[in-house]
């Protein structure tokens, strides 16, 4: 019979401590906590596979659970000594969630669960503390009536913060037992008014299951679904539901609950960080209802803080704590995220994993730990994701620019944003979806904000410490945030905040600094990240380790110089059409379009020529000897000729001719479907006088350049849209016939290629035909998903993200590479092509040559290169070495 449920604790461990895939991360590493000797609550897991059969029967259980989940709780009773609904002394449990990834504030969780109208008088009399007992009950109804009855949360704050107005208080922790009694009364009342006049359920048994479907409902919750969408966690992986004693850190001041990290999670740092709250349960940490105390001493004195840290209130658990640390780090080798509770004195683990990072803090942590040998470098190597390492490559603010400061919070997520003040997740993703750059204000942020937070530029918050979910989610989306900032009056209704006298609205321009916590009003300019130590250490290793080159895609000499500075080593494609549209050359252009034969082009290439020759001089000198691949002109002529009314009178003068003339030849140009049309070698083949210009442009300046330099460039020319053999080799030979003449003027030659971009399926079918002729193939991957799929990247965002949703494609094909259909023809094609041409160069230079999953396809397909954006040049070799170590590993 299949095995359900998974016991853990009082020397029992019926999972296999790392067991994700089956019990969760929650779930396994309290079994792996739990097996190393740690104090961890005794309890059961229900595992991942009972989520799937529970959307598959409907909201129905497995037969079987009903007696494995009794077993697991005879199991907790067992330990503890209490007894589940017994008044005499209960035992209570927690209901959490626990999926294979990471899934910070998305998932349901319950508390204190086994309360009810008698065993709370039960907890009061054993605990001797009635408040404490009268504030769970409290506590639980809250949180069961929100998560497992879906009820309006809202109401239940509301009648608290009534409650504590009434009677003059501020704080939670005021309110006296008879106050927490008096308030589940008036919680349970609200049960019945809101859940069709039923009363709160005192069955503990139907707390438990209620709970149990809560859990694995939450898992198809919208914020759940948003979130999985956005980190690439498969749908059909499900929830494990951990089922755990409860144990109080709100049972006086010597008890306390707490979240912490092995290592600082913004910086890397080696120094505990984290936050605590006396006498609270876990929720207070991180909810921002109340202002949490530092953990160590150096953080409170650092911060300038009064209240005591818990290494000062509460030694001997701190140092047990710090001891918990070095084992933690020791067992699972990474920087853990640690939940934990003091009963009375007593320190209890709740949770360990690896805990979500800054790219800044998981490069410094990665390499730290291989330094320190708790770690190889090839482990260092696989640890950074390295699409995170486009959190390091972007600007920051100018510490020297005058800054109009509003106020300051919580350094919570580093790095520096500005954008248009937005007080909800909606407006934010509208006005994001609309080109604005926007930064989401909100008194807190919850779950339901993961759209807005993901479209926003940054975020701010008035409430929560640096553990809340607005910091934890914002550090693992990369986006800067400031937290806590309290001075900040909110009125999101309004569309306004206000700090003291000042009033800002939504719409203004403000900034925030993610790293030093400050909140300022406009823009304030930026400047560009340096790029050494732990970066330059890592992709040192890295580079010891990848197979692939990675160039770059760069037309420009700041482009060049920019990858170089990130490691470019070539360019992939320089895009020619680019230099055409410069404002000094626009008219040559366009006489050369408008020409009526060959001698009225050839003389406005002739005005052309010097300036294509000056832009390969100075992107060859900057590339300094490494190979450059130069597409020849690509797009449809139409793209240079005026669209507006208002513009042909302006054109045809420059051009020197009437506006009729101008607005007839316009109108000859037009195409229906432009990307299919005349673009591309069909602009050669038809004209092949541009392409002899261009030819000639480019050998020109490698010999100019090698004479000055003696670092010859290798230009690697670059036939687009090539659909035959037949276009390659009329191509090639008006490419070598101007690469004969130049060296016979110049009395040089010049090592260099010709070959083609392979962006159709029929050249991926006849590559083997066409690598007789062509020397390389880039696969221009961007318009062979276009021409494979038969979708247009810039119309196809009407649908796309529907089409992932509903599992048509795993990934949009635009950011990752298909690999079932484009992918097979690029697997075809490198085939072909080398059985023609042993060892003909391959590379891809679409958008996808920055992805990481894509790379990985490109090693695996054995390419020699892959090229990307400036930018995204470390992401390219980082994630080279990481498809390398794969492959090598036997995982690719």
Known sequence: MTRYVYRFGGNVSDGGAGDKNLLGGKGANLDGMASIGLPVPPGFTISTPVCALYYENGGAFPDSLKAEVANGVAHIEGITGKKFGVAADPLLVSVRSGARASMPGMMDTVLNLGLNDETVEGLAAISGDARFAWDSYRRFIQMYSDVVLELDHGRFEEALEIAKEDRG????????????????????????????GKA?????????????????????????????????????WGTAVNVQAMVFGNMGDTSATGVAFTRDPATGENAYYGEFLINAQGEDVVAGIRTPQYLTRAARERAGAKPASMEEAMPEAYAE????????????????????????????????????????????????????????????????????????????????APRDVLTKGLPASPGAASGFAVFDSDTAEKRAAAGDAVILVRVETSPEDIHGMHAAKGILTARGGMTSHAAVVARGMGRPCVSGAGTLSINAKEGLMRVGTREIREGEVITIDGSTGEVMLGEVPTIQPELAGDFGTLMEWADKVRRLKVRTNAETP????????????????????????????????????????????????????????????????????????????????????????????????????????????????????????????????????IYEMQARAIFEAACEVAEK????????????????????????????????????????????????????????????????????????????????????????????????????????????????????????AAERGRKARPGIKLGICGEHGGDPASIAFCEQTGLDYVSASPYRVPIARLAAAQAALARTNGAG
């Open 200 to 236: 709160f359920p005192q069955d503990v048994h139907d707390q438990l299951w209620g709970a149990i479907g809560a859990v694995f409902g939450s898992w198809q919750s919208e914020r759940a679904k948003v979130y999985r969408r956005l980190n690439d966690i498969p749908g059909d």
């Open 321 to 400: 704590l710090a001891r918990v640390f070095d084992q933690l780090e020791r067992h699972y080798r990474d920087m853990q995220d640690i939940e934990f509770t003091v009963e009375r004195g007593k320190l209890w683990m709740l949770q360990t994993r690896s805990g979500k990072r800054t790219a800044k803090a998981a490069l410094k942590i990665a390499v730290d730990m291989a330094n320190e040998g708790l770690i190889t470098q090839e482990e260092a190597i696989a640890r950074v994701d390295p699409a995170a390492l486009d959190q390091l490559l972007h600007p920051t603010l100018d510490p020297d």
């Open 709 to 828: 330099s003696g670092a010859a460039p290798v230009p690697e020319v670059m036939i687009p849209l090539v659909a035959t053999r037949r276009e390659l080799e009329l191509m090639k030979a008006v490419v070598d016939k101007a690469a004969q003449a130049v060296f016979a003027e110049k009395g040089r030659t010049i090592e260099y290629l010709v070959g083609t971009m392979i962006e159709l399926p029929r050249a991926a079918l006849r590559a083997g035909e066409i690598a007789e002729v062509g020397e390389f193939f880039s696969f221009g991957t961007n318009d062979l998903t276009q021409t494979t799929l038969g979708v247009s990247r810039d119309d196809a965002g009407r649908f796309l993200t529907t089409y992932v949703e509903k599992g048509i494609y795993a990934r949009d094909p635009f950011v990752s590479i298909d690999v079932e259909g484009v992918g097979e023809l690029i697997e075809i």
């Open 169 to 196: 208080y501020h704080l939670d922790t005021e309110m006296t037992a008879s106050d927490w009694q008096a308030l589940v009364a008036e919680y349970k009342a609200l049960v019945v008014e809101l859940w069709d």
């Open 558 to 689: 700041l482009d060049c110089r920019t990858a170089r500075e990130f490691g470019a080593e070539g360019i992939g494609l320089c895009r020619t059409e680019h230099m055409f549209f410069d404002a000094a050359r626009i008219t040559a252009v366009r006489q050369m379009i408008l020409a009526a034969d060959e001698k009225g082009r050839r003389a406005a290439l002739d005005k052309l020529l010097p300036e294509q020759r000056k832009d390969f001089t100075e992107i060859f000198e900057v590339m300094a000897g490494l190979p450059c691949t130069i597409r020849l002109l690509d797009p449809p002529l139409h793209e240079f000729l005026p669209h507006e009314e208002s513009e042909f009178a302006e054109v045809a003068a420059a051009a020197g001719l009437d506006v009729e003339t101008l607005r007839r030849r316009a109108a000859e140009l037009h195409e229906f479907n432009p990307m299919l049309g005349h673009r591309g070698c069909r602009l050669g083949v038809t004209y092949p006088e």
